[in-house]
């Protein structure tokens, strides 16, 4: 790894792919260490075909051009077979239509094996090396059955061809060579866009940083600064380390690692997170923790260590093909023995060849593709996007499902709920005075503001003067009222409080009211005292409750993680009737997930930040919005491209029925 958390290129450590990272299959003898001279590595065939489009400017056409031939000749293959099955429709009775159809049936056979023997070249030749070199490193795979099943395929069709009786089975070898290498490439690619993705979010931390040193500021790369240093990180500017902040005060955004959903006022002695966005003030932060032991770092690690954990069905398939490939290996051999003996060497040859054929796992390769494709259709036409097929196949198991809040189960953008004055008579002065004030502030709430009061024809026009933001508490002006200077202020209650602003009764009352459901609030001040009171709320996505409803229709368990206020959790538990855990950080949601899981069974997590990919990719399965980061797509295992949560039952049942279909 390079300073900045990027992969650096070059060979893959010992046990991983060098395309997708993962690790490589099991071997049964002890691997040696991996030496120069091996060459690259792939955990399959889907990596090695992939890595091949990937490579130098005439690579990428060659494999193309391979595979666009592989596909023609295949649909000839198709094509043929199908007239081979039908000749006897010119079969009209009479002696000389019966000729004709013997001629035409001999003629088919022959041109299904001529076009099927590009195919084998083409497609199948990658397949067989792959094969071979995993059985050279003690690795017995699913790629060696089915080189093993369409070798035999070809010869058993080959021996009838010439012998001019039997079946032929061409058309098998060709289909199950397109689909296990298209599907496979797909996956393979699918799986490098993670790690492309991983490495788009590490080059988020700047490469330079200002380090404070004897009162002044020194750039230096962001790899030499350590524990104790002291940093000066401008407003606008990304924190660059986990620290504490020595002086300034400021807004800071923490979306990206916490997922709550409003900035939050950092002064001097408060714990910042590197990753974080500084939004209005000066701060200087004295690190706590540098480089990889940051927090940003960490959730990168911990999204890469997640993905190198093979699941359930990934072990289950490791061990099915370790032992499955011997075992049909025996039973051919003991086939071919038993009925040379009894019959011929002929006979036990083509029963043989017969047992290692339809031993091919043709429902590994092509008819849980078909049927796994058919609902991938259905489900790309609904924007639910798989990330493959054994994903739907996994998705048909969960039994609960966890959801992120801010963005997943709220728009992420607050709405002006309520606007209470302590004298009604000011309200149009205070919609006025609010409004301006507003406009001088990029604040989320500022923006609430902006877009809930539409200027209006009796309300009083107000000139503000020397407007100030005041970093982590809000804005200030002054205005001339009557010969004298006022000053209005636009914030929290600590900004009211700082200035010696007086709060009636009405808007105190309302304040604690307003903190216990958990809302969000802004204050309006002018003439020393407190006017208006603005509250505000996330507005749930119109489909929350429906899909709540269908998951648990379909028996699962519904729960909430999310980052946010106790008050905020609390108050969205009572709204919406499901069990909501608050004020998690991404290490707390991946251990609520294996709390859930062995409560429940298999989970799945939904969400859209980044902060949401260490437990997506925890998760037994992991759902991502569309409108999240391309993080949080690539952590999981299914997108769905709209905001329509509805879409998340409706994939679960459908992938429980494509299930039952395969079994």
Same mark, same amino acid.
């Given at each position: ?551 648990? +229709?379909?028996? &699962?368990? #519904?729960?909430?993680?999310? *980052?946010?206020?106790?008050? /905020?959790? !609390? =108050?969205?538990?009572?709204? @919406? ?40 990719? +925890?998760?037994? &399965?992991? #759902?991502?919005?569309?409108? *999240?980061?391309?993080?949080? /797509?690539? !952590? =999981?295992?299914?997108?769905? @491209? ?22």
């Amino acid at each position: 790894m390079i300073a900045d958390g990027r992969s650096e290129p070059g060979p893959a450590e010992d046990g991983l792919c060098d395309h997708c990272g993962l690790p490589l299959p099991r071997s049964w003898g002890r691997p040696e260490p991996r030496a120069a001279s091996d060459g690259p590595l792939f955990c399959c065939f889907g990596c090695r075909f992939a890595a091949a489009l990937s490579g130098g400017a005439a690579a990428p056409r060659q494999t193309l051009v391979r595979l666009g031939l592989a596909t023609f000749f295949t649909m000839n293959v198709m094509a043929f077979t199908m007239a081979l099955w039908s000749y006897d429709v010119y079969d009209a009775g009479d002696g000389r239509s019966v000729a004709l159809s013997a001629a035409f049936e001999d003629l088919f056979r022959y041109l299904v094996m001529f076009f099927a023997l590009p195919v084998l070249y083409l497609l199948g030749r990658p397949l067989c090396e792959n094969a071979l070199i995993g059985l050279g490193r003690g690795v017995f795979s699913t790629d060696l059955l089915l080189s093993a099943g369409v070798l035999a395929s070809y010869a058993y069709s080959a021996v009838s061809v010439f012998r001019g009786d039997g079946p032929v089975y061409f058309e098998v070898g060709c289909v199950v060579l397109l689909l296990v290498t298209l599907g496979r490439w797909i996956e393979a690619t699918g799986k490098q866009k993670a790690n492309d993705s991983l490495d788009r979010l590490a080059r988020l931390m700047p490469d330079r940083v200002r380090r404070v040193r004897d009162g002044r500021d020194e750039e230096v790369d962001l790899a030499e600064i350590a524990t104790g240093d002291l940093l000066h990180v401008l407003a606008g500017e990304r924190i660059p380390a986990d620290g504490r902040v020595a002086r300034g005060m400021a807004f800071v955004d923490e979306q990206l690692l916490t997922g709550e959903s409003e900035p939050r006022t950092r002064r001097a002695g408060d714990p910042v997170l590197g990753g974080s966005l500084n939004v209005d003030g000066d701060l200087e932060i004295e690190v706590t923790a540098a480089g990889s032991h940051g927090t940003l770092a960490r959730l990168i690690d911990m999204v890469r260590r997640a993905r190198l954990a093979k699941g359930p069905y990934e072990r289950l398939a490791d061990r099915a093909s370790a032992w499955f490939v011997p075992l049909v290996a025996v039973i051919a051999l003991a086939t071919f023995a038993v009925q040379t003996a009894r019959t011929s060497f002929d006979q036990g040859l083509l029963q043989a060849l017969a047992v290692v054929l339809i031993a091919c796992p043709c429902a590994l390769g092509l008819a849980t593709p078909l049927a796994v494709c058919t609902a991938l259709g259905r489900a790309a036409g609904a924007q639910v996007l798989f990330r493959s097929g054994e994903s739907l196949e996994r998705l048909a198991n969960v039994s609960a499902v966890r959801l992120d809040k801010t963005g997943t189960l709220t728009t992420g953008d607050p709405t002006l709920l309520d606007v209470i004055c302590e004298r009604e008579g000011e309200r149009s002065e205070v919609r006025s005075r609010a409004r301006a004030l507003a406009g001088c502030s990029t604040h989320l709430l500022s923006r609430s503001i902006l877009r809930s009061t539409p200027p209006s024809a009796t309300d009083p026009l107000v000139i503000f003067r020397d407007v100030r933001p005041i970093a982590g508490l809000g804005v200030s002006a002054v205005t001339d009222g009557d010969g004298s200077l006022t000053n209005t202020y636009l914030g929290s209650r600590r900004l009211l409080e700082s200035n010696g602003v007086s709060i009636g009764p009405t808007l105190d009352a309302a304040s604690r009211a307003a903190e216990r459901d958990g809302r969000s609030m802004a204050w309006l001040a002018w003439n020393g005292r407190a006017k208006a009171l603005f509250l505000f709320r996330e507005e749930l996505r119109p489909s929350v409750r429906e899909a709540i409803a269908q998951c648990r +229709a379909l028996g &699962l368990d #519904v729960g909430v993680l999310t *980052g946010d206020h106790a008050a /905020r959790g !609390a =108050a969205l538990a009572r709204d @919406l009737g499901i069990e909501v855990q608050a004020e998690l950080l991404p290490v707390d949601k991946v251990a609520a997930l294996r709390d859930a899981r062995s409560r429940f069974g298999p989970v799945v997590m939904v969400g859209d930040g980044v902060n949401d990919a260490p437990a997506l990719a +925890a998760g037994d &399965l992991g #759902v991502a919005m569309g409108c *999240g980061t391309d993080l949080s /797509r690539d !952590a =999981a295992s299914v997108c769905l @491209l709209g905001d329509d949560l509805t879409r998340l039952p409706w994939a679960i049942d459908l992938s429980r029925r494509t299930v039952r279909v395969i079994r």
